[in-house]
């Protein structure tokens, strides 16, 4: 028998198709290889970055201590016989302190050298030593050895941030002081200390006594009343959006417009605050009640574009067995539905928060940007936060404000990571797979 004709191209078809199938497979190898790369290129600048904040930022946590035999005299203080809390409050420790430089130096004679002496400590020595007799006075007519704050400039030398090997005009630190220092050092007066005035204090236009116990109090406030207001509006709207509100061009409008309000520039927000909330309204400037309405407004869409998702998200079974065994439509949502839906409503209000904590634009134009030494104590009173306080820290011409803005940045990205933490949690821990 003879073999039956094969048309002229059947042989070569498996070849083709094994030849598509490679040409697939190293299509896919080779998207899959872009994906690793983009992936370790983002890890890799995400390293980068925060190793360079961590390793400028982490020697702001520590500070330079310089010791002194401080002979706490009345007469050199110039106290009265029987000296009441307002007679130790108003001594002169100044004069104490320099007394003490001039002791532990005594071949220092030039003025402008006894000046240089001087700078070796912070400007807040005498009030260290005022707030040690106010809580002791039974300290009077002592002698101890006290630790004092270094000045900026000498402790970032300390710290190897400003160079010994340069000429002394190029250095703010000069050879004298450099010379002193090592000599305190040699005698065991110089020691690394705990740097708690970071966290203890407002901020300071001298860099070694400057904190950020205000702004974290007035971003704590600002929150606050951030959270105060956009959960429960957005939370509200949510449900009524989703479950109530009839489909029709009007709801069309203004679901279109909560998804345009999410995306538009935050400072906008700002400048709405600065408008109807200082300007019309007459609201205290640069107040974390200012600051959190803006915040608010800026969260809200948000808060409602993540609940109306939660929502959704529940069973439509749940409606309706709840409707089946008498429910009223009121009773189904805010029994079944909205508890259901509430991990997701909490994380999207947690993102939302997380998302306020960063934001600067806003409260810069309400006045936030304000030199702030005291701690707020309410919500009315002049205040800063810590995103702000990073910009102007940035902005500062002391090369010591450099890695205290480091610090910040820390301290900063800890309380966000600390958020989206809790939001992870809770959504493990509360939600229910369907």
């Not at 004298?176 to 970071?198: E, K, M, Y």
């Amino acid at each position: 028998m003879t073999d039956v004709a094969q048309p002229p191209g059947a042989l070569r078809k498996p070849d083709l198709s094994k030849a598509f199938l490679r040409k697939r497979y190293r299509a896919e190898a080779r998207f899959r290889a872009y994906g690793i790369a983009a992936i370790v290129t983002a890890l890799t600048v995400l390293a980068l970055l925060l190793g360079s904040i961590v390793s400028t930022g982490m020697s702001a946590f520590v500070r330079t201590e310089i010791a002194l035999n401080i002979n706490f005299d009345p007469e050199k203080l110039e106290l009265p016989q029987s000296p009441g809390r307002d007679d130790l409050s108003n001594a002169n420790y100044r004069a104490v302190v320099i007394a003490a430089l001039r002791d532990r130096f005594p071949e220092v004679s030039n003025r402008r050298d006894r000046r240089s002496l001087t700078n070796l400590l912070s400007d807040a020595a005498p009030f260290q030593l005022r707030d040690l007799v106010v809580t002791n006075p039974d300290i009077l007519g002592t002698t101890k050895k006290i630790w004092f704050i270094a000045a900026a400039d000498i402790d970032s030398l300390s710290k190897g941030q400003i160079p010994r090997d340069v000429p002394e005009s190029n250095r703010r630190v000069k050879d004298n002081q450099i010379g002193w220092l090592d000599s305190l050092d040699a005698a065991g007066n110089v020691r690394r200390a705990f740097n708690t005035t970071f966290f203890t204090a407002g901020d300071s236009s001298e860099p070694e006594l400057a904190g950020i116990l205000g702004a974290a109090v007035g971003s704590a406030l600002t929150l606050l009343v951030t959270l105060l207001a956009s959960f429960p509006i957005g939370v509200m709207a949510a449900v009524y959006l989703e479950e109530f509100a009839p489909k029709n061009r009007w709801t069309d409008l203004i679901e279109v417009n909560i998804n345009n309000l999410a995306a538009v520039p935050s400072i906008v927000f700002g400048l709405l605050g600065l408008a109807v909330f200082l300007n019309f309204f007459g609201l205290p400037r640069s107040a974390p009640l200012v600051g959190g309405m803006v915040l608010a407004l800026m969260t809200m869409p948000t808060i409602i574009i993540a609940g109306r998702a939660a929502l959704k998200a529940v069973p439509p079974s749940i409606r309706e067995a709840a409707l089946g065994i008498g429910a009223s439509k009121l009773q189904t949502v805010t029994h079944h539905v909205l508890p259901l839906a509430m991990p997701g409503v909490l994380t999207g209000t947690i993102i939302g928060m997380a998302r306020a904590l960063g934001e600067t634009a806003p409260l810069l134009m309400i006045g936030m940007v304000a030199f702030i030494v005291d701690v707020p104590h309410g919500f009315t009173d002049p205040a800063t936060v810590l995103p702000v306080q990073v910009y102007r820290w940035a902005d500062a011409a002391e090369r010591a404000f450099v890695e205290r803005t480091s610090a910040a940045i820390l301290v900063l990205l800890a309380f966000l990571v600390a958020m989206n933490l809790a939001a992870v949690l809770l959504r493990r821990k509360f939600e229910r797979r369907w």
